[in-house]
């Protein structure tokens, strides 16, 4: 992000491969601003919280007679299909392009851009939590006002979604935890979530949760001297004979068999 005043100017920007937002904080002299993306000029007299967007792989030529403060956010369309995942637009230049057509205002999408701005400063981890959040957040507002509809529907887990459900669930293995609480923590319904997550990892929540707790019960069992009905506990299973279950389902033994054939003496 960047906070610079612009004073008049004149001139013609290359081909940028980024999304470029704009934000107008102060004007120091009133006037207007022109631009031609190649269709022809069009001209405006902003006003402070103006927004204007320019698309990713756009060529652009300027005309300002105005002096003013902006508050620009850059994001590299590589940013972009980090967050949105495979559910990026395939052309993100068309999908930003309405945004173009002229100033817009947007009270909600100002507080995110500033908020934006004051914890790109920061060094805990939670400003970089907070900050992968808004930019989130504000990539889908800046779709909504569009009116892009053609994401691909086939995925809808960004993989910041994905990585918080997998921290979740890493962290809760030992807990009673579902499929209900996997979808809250990625914010979906728990049909749509079902689908997206085997699209996007190969398997079914359930049988990938299930895969994490066998992986926890067989570092124990190698690693401690706790019971089977002990591990299971604290593996998430419901009884030891759940765990046994899906031990045999997988390995074809039993923990405690498996447990003596891995075990160093």
């Not at 300027?62 to 995942?85: F, H, N, Q, Y």
């Not at 004979?241 to 074809?252: E, P």
Request: charged share 20%.
């Amino acid at each position: 992000m960047l906070l610079a005043d612009v004073g008049p100017h004149d001139y013609h920007d290359p081909v940028v491969p980024e999304l470029i937002i704009s934000s107008l904080l102060e004007i120091a002299t009133p006037g207007a601003v022109s631009w031609n993306f190649g269709s022809g000029w069009s001209h405006k007299d902003w006003t402070p919280g103006s927004f204007f967007a320019l698309p990713p792989n756009t060529e652009s030529d300027w005309k300002a007679d105005c002096s003013r403060r902006v508050l620009m956010m850059v994001v590299p369309t590589k940013t972009i299909k980090r967050v949105l995942g495979t559910s990026t637009p395939a052309s993100l230049g068309d999908a930003f392009a309405p945004l173009s057509n002229d100033a817009w205002q947007d009270p909600l999408l100002e507080t995110l851009m500033m908020k934006l701005w004051e914890v790109s400063h920061g060094k805990r981890l939670t400003d970089y939590l907070l900050a992968d959040g808004l930019l989130t957040t504000m990539l889908s507002l800046l779709l909504q006002r569009a009116g892009t509809v053609e994401l691909n529907q086939k995925i809808s887990l960004s993989p910041i979604r994905l990585k918080r459900v997998f921290d979740f669930a890493e962290s809760n293995v030992e807990e009673n935890i579902d499929v209900v609480d996997m979808a809250r923590v990625a914010g979906l319904s728990s049909r749509h979530f079902g689908r997206a997550f085997t699209l996007e990892v190969g398997e079914t929540p359930h049988r990938w949760l299930m895969q994490k707790r066998i992986e926890r019960a067989k570092d124990l069992l190698l690693n401690s001297d706790l019971d089977c009905m002990s591990i299971a506990d604290k593996c998430g299973f419901a009884s030891q004979s759940h765990l046994t279950v899906a031990m045999k389902n997988q390995v074809g033994i039993t923990p405690s068999r498996w447990r003596q054939l891995n075990r160093p003496n």
